[in-house]
Nanobody, 116 residues
Framework: QVRLVESGGGLVRPGGSLRLSCAAF????????TNWYRQAPGKQRELVAIISSGGSAKYAESVKGRFTISRDSAKNTVYLQMNSLKLEDTAVYYC??????????WGQGTQVTVSS
């Protein structure tokens, strides 16, 4: 069993930056990918960024060039650096780990609010 703990959310002004962290506790088997999703009030959950255990990353068009996903394998932690934040980035951000072809874990979510 793996537990994911997210941190780093908060209130920031438009144009500001935040760094989210997703720390994994437990034994992760096999190859894996970590996803950051977000869900704004009244909207469907949206995939924001993906990083593989090998470090390959992909982004949603809405965040490309502004967000960077990275990982520190020694710390079992994945980060989401968010720059040039916009009002529409306001959402609860969730970390999701998929491992070993069948394991699927979610964090509790962290609130990001972009407001002037």
């Amino acid at each position: 069993q793996v537990r994911l703990v997210e941190s780093g959310g908060g209130l920031v002004r438009p144009g500001g930056s935040l760094r989210l962290s997703c720390a994994a506790f437990g034994s992760i088997r096999g190859s894996n990918i970590t996803n950051w999703y977000r869900q704004a009030p009244g909207k469907q959950r949206e995939l924001v960024a993906i990083i593989s255990s090998g470090g390959s990353a992909k982004y949603a068009e809405s965040v490309k060039g502004r967000f960077t996903i990275s990982r520190d394998s020694a710390k079992n932690t994945v980060y989401l650096q968010m720059n040039s934040l916009k009002l529409e980035d306001t959402a609860v951000y969730y970390c999701n780990l998929q491992a070993g072809g069948q394991d699927d874990y979610w964090g509790q979510g962290t609130q990001v609010t972009v407001s002037s």
